[in-house]
């Protein structure tokens, strides 16, 4: 039991019971998108990585549970603009090391093996689905992004999201995208909707 309280109002009780079900702290993460990051990556050394460590090794400096990066679309987000993985629809021209987002995950695996992983975009390139980001395109583009975190970093995102503070196309494009990750071997990582506003989620069901 912990008393508070003083003379002038009196004294109070608050009971705190440990065995009582409750929530539950699921721990805390950082965000690299919109350019923000840009600057690191050039950051000479040995300072580049002394900052990595305070941000991701377990027990020290922020010891952050989560990383989330964008997958860069080639587009203006916030900042600037990130490059994207796929600047045409060429199979042949996908490119796993644009950009800082793949090294950022892969520094922040290689310092703690446990952080939860999660990528979303804040645009894409023209060329998917014509301007129509909720096509079969853009479920190709994505998974093309998560296949290079896996195949050429050993990283198995743990949440994918579908598209930064905007809804999340239709229930049938979400199943079709769910299909699309099954198929290609993402079983475990979770998709994430809403992005955004509340209200846009629920405008689907109204």
């Not at 990595?52 to 860069?72: C, Q, R, S, T």
């Not at 301007?131 to 998560?146: A, E, L, R």
Request: with cysteine; charged share 20%.
């Amino acid at each position: 039991v912990l008393i508070a309280g003083s003379g002038a109002v009196g004294a109070s009780s608050i009971l705190l019971d440990g065995s009582a079900r409750t929530l539950e702290y699921d721990g805390h993460g950082a965000l690299s998108a919109g350019a923000s990051s840009r600057l690191l990556v050039d950051y000479s050394e040995p300072w580049r990585s002394h900052i990595l460590d305070y941000l991701f090794l377990p027990n020290f400096g922020a010891n952050l549970h989560l990383i989330k990066v964008e997958i860069g679309g080639d587009a203006q987000s916030t900042d600037g603009t990130e490059t994207s993985h796929m600047h045409s629809i060429n199979p042949l021209m996908i490119s796993c090391d644009e950009g800082y987002e793949f090294w950022l995950l892969a520094e922040a695996k290689a310092r703690n093996p446990d952080i939860l992983t999660y990528a979303l975009s804040w645009g894409a390139p023209g060329w998917v689905g014509n301007g129509t980001y909720y096509s079969s395109q853009g479920i190709d583009y994505h998974i093309k992004f998560m296949e290079c975190v896996r195949d050429v970093y050993n990283i198995t995102l743990d949440y994918m999201g579908i598209w930064n503070e905007r809804p999340w196309g239709t229930p049938a494009w979400v199943k079709q995208y769910r299909a699309a990750m099954d198929e290609a071997g993402f079983t475990e990582t979770k998709l994430v909707i809403p992005d955004g506003k509340m209200m846009m989620f629920l405008g689907h069901f109204q």
